[in-house]
């Protein structure tokens, strides 16, 4: 059995929302996961899209997926990889699919000259915590993450 990683294609689209409610159920938080095929494709397979993902594959059959994008760091004046999503199915865990999608995407973020590589995992979640702690990541603590959506987002752009 061999893992590869490649970058995700229009075809893609059902199997990557697959993944998205897939990972939602997992996270107790199937209720927010909105997107649609049609948001996959607009998003993700546009001209100049703003996301990327890539697609892990276990002899030729799709097993987990990361969606990533370009951050930028003003102190470090480079940009970096924020992984927004990495999801490997239950059914597959165990054969490395989740290191080698970290590993694919670690080497994008080298070969983009990035300076940094980034992500948040619930602080429930102890086993993908205990394997991110044991690729060399480490907990940023002193950093509280904020979220402005829904109406509270609304709201605000219409002061501007």
């Known amino acids: 059995m061999t893992c ?23 996270e107790k938080a199937e209720h927010e996961a909105k997107a649609t095929e049609e948001h996959i494709h607009r998003t993700l397979f546009n001209e100049q899209p703003k996301a990327h993902a890539i697609i892990c594959e276990l002899d030729g059959e799709a097993i987990g997926f990361a969606v990533y994008f370009f951050s930028y760091s003003t102190w470090q004046g480079q940009y970096g990889i924020y992984l927004e999503d990495l999801y490997v199915s239950s059914a597959h865990r165990g ?4 290191k080698q999608l970290l590993t694919a995407l670690a080497k994008i973020a080298v070969d983009n000259n990035c300076g940094r590589f980034e992500w948040s995992v619930l602080d429930w979640n102890q086993p993908a915590i205990d394997f991110y702690e044991s690729l060399g990541a480490k907990p940023q603590s002193e950093w509280i993450k904020y979220r402005l959506d829904g109406q509270a987002l609304l709201d605000l752009a219409a002061k501007a």
């Open 4 to 26: 590869t990683i490649r970058p995700a294609v229009k075809a893609d689209t059902a199997t990557i929302l697959h993944f998205i409610r897939e990972l939602a159920i997992y």
């Open 95 to 98: 054969v490395g699919a989740g």
